[in-house]
């Protein structure tokens, strides 16, 4: 069993991606979720820290983290750090006093402290119980019988940690690319939703609405073929200059329109598209019929599907054939809410 440490402010978005590359993602507390298996691809993930290999879970205070460590058994040897966090600040815990505690029941238990560069890094996670769905008094708890947290404390979680995300898109921003328009998806959220599309090596992803060519760029970076399409010319010559600066592997662009995708029946593995924004966009005819028209030919030519708009799409993808698996909403700012749906 392990406990994810979660990025972002949604849990319920950073869940369902932490679920394309573990299993058994359940979340526990704000911020946090247990899983019992890792996956290929977990490095890859947008919205998730770090992965422990979880001792235990327990209440939210320094005492009972160190109850809990101490009745532990450890089979390690080599030099230890301990890193206490307050996840997302819900908590108010004193990570350095629980650092410390906690460093001392390793100490007395035989292990050198090493701060800059330890063999095993023990994680003391500390949440509030916002988001907290599957914490629940009594039953079946993921300790396997320790301590019965009572979910208005929310949970500590100790484990060792065992992998960390690739975190590299605070440093590769839009503005930075060779073409760049507003209204470019950030990088993390574009790597969130071709994880999950299913993109990785071995996968073709197909984005027909391709832009400035933010879903690709991601695509690529997991080692998936992306293909792009857009009917704008100039879209289609900015994403070539982005893909040619900025990825090593194959791509192919085309420039079409969404509704004719030059491609087999069946021969991609999931196509991604973010939808014009009826405000901003200049689009020739009816938004909702070009929209409909997408989705239809995303399903022809693949099995999974990610559709993002200012407004849900779920309905149209559900009458053209595709089972809608869930909707998020994101608040981009003040008056854009991005919904995301992920097809089957
Ligand atoms: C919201 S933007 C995509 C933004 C992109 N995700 C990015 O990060 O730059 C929608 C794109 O759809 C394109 N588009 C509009 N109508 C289209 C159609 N019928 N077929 C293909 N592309 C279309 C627009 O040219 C625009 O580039």
């Known amino acids: ?67 809990l460590l101490t009745a532990a058994g450890i089979d390690r040897t080599g030099t230890v750090a301990v890193r206490a966090r307050d996840v997302r600040s819900t908590t108010g815990i004193d990570t350095q006093a629980a650092e410390r505690a906690l460093g001392d029941v390793l100490v ?16 003391a996670l500390f949440a509030g119980r916002d988001g ?9 708890s993921p300790t396997g019988g320790q301590d019965v947290i009572d979910p208005d404390d929310g949970v500590c979680a100790l484990g060792w940690l065992v992998a960390e ?44 609405m391709c832009g400035t060519g933010g879903l690709l760029l991601e695509a690529g970076r997991v080692d998936a073929t992306p293909i792009g399409g857009d009917v704008q010319a100039k879209m289609v010559r900015g994403t070539r200059e982005n893909l040619r600066a900025l990825l090593a592997g194959p791509w192919h662009l085309y420039r079409g329109d969404a509704g004719r995708v030059p491609l087999a029946d069946d021969s991609i593995d999931g196509v991604v598209f973010d939808a014009p924004y009826g405000r901003q966009s200049k689009i020739e005819g009816d938004l909702d019929d070009l929209v409909a028209d997408a989705l239809a030919e995303a399903r022809r030519v693949a099995t999974r599907g990610v559709v993002v708009g200012d407004r849900s799409w779920a309905g149209a993808a559900e009458r053209v054939g595709w089972t809608v698996e869930a909707t998020f909403e994101r608040r981009v700012h003040r008056s854009l809410v991005r919904y995301i749906s992920v097809l089957r």
Do not use: K
């Open 165 to 208: 995300t690739d975190r590299d898109f605070a440093d590769r921003q839009p503005t930075d690319r060779p073409f760049f328009q507003p209204g470019s998806m950030e990088p993390a959220l574009a790597r969130a939703i071709v994880n999950l599309v299913g993109a990785g090596p071995d996968t073709t992803i197909l984005d027909p």
């Open 132 to 140: 907290a769905s599957a914490v629940e008094s009594g039953g079946a």
């Open 1 to 67: 069993m392990y406990v994810l440490e979660l990025a972002g402010q949604d849990d319920g978005f950073a869940v369902a991606e932490a679920a394309t590359a573990a299993s058994d993602v359940t979340p526990i507390a704000a911020g946090l979720a247990t899983a019992r298996g890792l996956e290929a691809g977990f490095e890859t993930l947008a919205f998730t820290h770090r992965a422990a290999e979880l001792i235990g879970l327990t209440g939210v205070t320094i005492e009972s983290a160190v109850a």
């Open 108 to 123: 007395e238990r035989g292990f050198t402290v090493d701060l800059d560069d330890p063999d095993h890094v023990l994680q």
